[in-house]
Structures are given as structure tokens and as C-alpha cells.
């Protein structure tokens, strides 16, 4: 299986000027590629594929001397761009392609690390063709005969290496008595069916406040003045705070779950589905339900664990003896008429959720 990982980079004033000399390029070759796309659709009512795009390379690198600065892989993965975004738009899981600026195309990616044999020949640093040894935080151990390919990414301000690397799932014997169903909602961020309670942390509601503080603060700022940008870089590099705390957050949570159990079971919720109610869509987005459920299914399959989504219908209106319990999400505390328990409801929904795993398993 694939898993990432993220380190900082600390590049010189020389690697920087040249990195983002690189995001330039391949921003450019990727508009050019896009529109080029749309003219040969336009004239000959055919689309252009990626080989024939990839063929042409050559050519325009010869007529664009620039482009002898750009590593011939990250040319090719920035043509595969504009490749996936068309197979995203034609499967209907996206909107038409679309041109980029210079806030929408921040990466590039050596996609075969392992035919550039000095990337990790010096400890500390990282070797990009066509820029140097960049320094970089490494705060944890990784197997560099696995890293399969390397993302460059500036966010908030600085620069990361996303390094993907092919594991193998560790194998485990597991124990059905260690099961738990997780229920995620908006007044707990969880709640697991052995009624512990998974809390927001109060530091990045902090750090909402303070973002949105800095947002009204550029709305007020002269546009194309100089302090409209720098308030922009503040609001940027606030953006990158919180996701990397988001991130961190729920990294540590899936990781303390899984590692605690062998058995884990979720709502098979259709995030895409519920923002549509727009009472709810900023809040379902900040909690990040689906990235949670990604990061526990992954960590899942990396350990040996079972990880088993359950359909979600009822599970919100039903009482563990099986009464209907009809309530809207105003309505906090499960009472069933029928057997007259009291429960927070989010806890009776942690555990149909476990109920109703173990009886799919068990089926």
C-alpha cells in the first residue's frame, strides 16, 4: 500500500528563486497544454490524448529554451495534469478544466525517484534535478528504496516534500472483542461506542478567530497595493496553520483509535451528499468527517486492522431495543417511549454503528 510522507523544506534564496522559477514553467506548460487541447477539440471536434501531448515535448522544449531548466519527469506529470483533470470532468467527479494562476498551481512532482539515484544520497537533504541539495526536516524515519515518487509543494509560506512510498501492511491477529463503532458529529467531533468522547481541540478554534479576523482585515486593503499583499501572506500562511493543525489532529486521534483496536466501524456517510444542506456544509467541511474515515481506513489496512463502513440509514431515530426514535439534530438526548432508556444520542448511534458492524461481519 501507498502511504505519504510530509517534510519541511528549509531551500536556500538560490534553490527558492529556482523552485519557484520551476512552479512558473510548469504553470505555463500546463495552460498551454490545456489550450492546445481545446483548440484541436475545437477544429477537429478530436480531443488530444497524453502520448500525443507527451511526443510533442521535445519539439516545443527546442523552440522554448526556458524549459532545459525543467526536469524532462516533472514536464510529463504536469502533462498528466491536464490528462487526469479531463478523466476527472469525463467521469463527472469534476468541473470542466480550467487555466491556472499562480495561487492554483503551487507543486510539481518527480514521479520516478528511483531513476534519479542521489534524491536521498546525503543525510538531511533531498536532491531535486535541475535545482540541488535542498535541506529538509526529516522528524521521522523513512525507507528511501520505498519513496516511489516526490511532490514539491509551497503552502502558507513554505516549501514541503510529500514523499510516497510503497509499504507493506503489517500483519496481525485479530481479536473480535476488540471492536468499536465511532460515531462523528458537530457538538463532539466523536463519540465511540465505549462512550468516550473525542473533543475539538480549543487551539484551532483559536486559530479560526484569528483567521477570520485577517480576512476582514484584506477585505479592507486597496487592491494591487502593497499592503493588500502582505495581508494576503498573513491569510495564507494562517490557511496553512490550520490545516496543518487539522491535519496533525487527526492523524494523532485515527492513530490512538486504531492502535487501540482490532475492529473499527464507521457510517458509510456521503459527505458530498450532506453539504448540500447549507445550514451545515461549513461545519461538516471543518470537521472533516471524510478525511477522518480516510485516515482510519488507511491506518487500518497499514496495521492488519479490520476497518468496515456501515450503512448510516436509522441510526440517528433508533433505540438499541429497536423502537423507532424519531428526532431532529436539535434534539441531543436519546428517550425511548418504548423502553424509556436515556442516552446522549450520539453514544446510541456509536453503538448500532458497533452492532450492526459485528453483524456483518458475523452474516
Known amino acids: 500500500m501507498q502511504i505519504v510522507y510530509r517534510f519541511e523544506m528549509r531551500p536556500t534564496k538560490e534553490q527558492q528563486k529556482k523552485m519557484f522559477h520551476t512552479l512558473k514553467l510548469c504553470r505555463k506548460l500546463y495552460n498551454r497544454s490545456l ?47 491536464v490528462d487526469f483533470a479531463y478523466q476527472q470532468f469525463f467521469a463527472k467527479e469534476a468541473g470542466y478544466p480550467r487555466f491556472k494562476n499562480r495561487d492554483h498551481y503551487t507543486s510539481f512532482t518527480y514521479p520516478q525517484v528511483d531513476a534519479i539515484k542521489k534524491t536521498f544520497s546525503k543525510p538531511g537533504k533531498i536532491y531535486l534535478s535541475k535545482i540541488g541539495f535542498v535541506k529538509m526536516t526529516t522528524h521521522r524515519e523513512f525507507d528511501a528504496s520505498q519513496i516511489s515518487r516526490v511532490n514539491i509543494k509551497y503552502h502558507g509560506g513554505k516549501w514541503y516534500a510529500n514523499l510516497t512510498a510503497e509499504v ?104 458530498k451528499n450532506m453539504v448540500k444542506n447549507h445550514y451545515l456544509a461549513k461545519s461538516i467541511h471543518d470537521a472533516s468527517w471524510g478525511t477522518f474515515r480516510n485516515f482510519v481506513e488507511y491506518k487500518c489496512h497499514r496495521y492488519g486492522k479490520i476497518f468496515l463502513p456501515v450503512p448510516p440509514h436509522g441510526t440517528s ?25 436515556v442516552m446522549p444520542r450520539d453514544l446510541v448511534s456509536a453503538i448500532l454503528i458497533e452492532r450492526r458492524g459485528l453483524e456483518m461481519l458475523a452474516a
Not at 465511532?182 to 468522547?197: K, N, R
Open 317 to 341: 431515530q433508533t433505540c438499541l431495543c429497536g423502537a423507532n426514535v424519531p428526532k431532529d439534530l436539535s434534539v441531543r438526548v436519546h428517550r425511548c417511549p418504548a423502553c424509556g432508556m
Open 168 to 271: 507493506e501492511v503489517l500483519e496481525n491477529l485479530i481479536d473480535s472483542t476488540k471492536s468499536i463503532g465511532i460515531d462523528v458529529g458537530l457538538e463532539h467531533f466523536a463519540v465511540l461506542s465505549d462512550s468516550t468522547e473525542i473533543e475539538t481541540p480549543k487551539y484551532y478554534r483559536k486559530s479560526e478567530r484569528k483567521l477570520a479576523k485577517q480576512q476582514r482585515r484584506l477585505s479592507r486593503k486597496k487592491k494591487g497595493s502593497n499592503n493588500r499583499g502582505k495581508a494576503k501572506t498573513k491569510v495564507a500562511k494562517l490557511h496553512a496553520k490550520i490545516t496543518n493543525q487539522r491535519k496533525d489532529f487527526l492523524h494523532k486521534t485515527s492513530l490512538d483509535v486504531v492502535q487501540s483496536h482490532d475492529i473499527v466501524f464507521m457510517e458509510d456517510l456521503k459527505i
Open 35 to 81: 489550450s492546445e487541447r481545446q483548440r484541436v477539440y475545437k477544429e477537429t471536434g478530436q480531443g488530444l490524448t497524453y502520448n500525443k501531448q507527451q511526443n510533442m515535448l521535445p519539439g516545443y522544449t527546442k523552440e522554448h529554451l526556458e524549459y532545459k531548466q525543467v526536469h524532462s519527469q516533472v514536464m510529463q506529470d504536469t502533462l498528466r495534469r
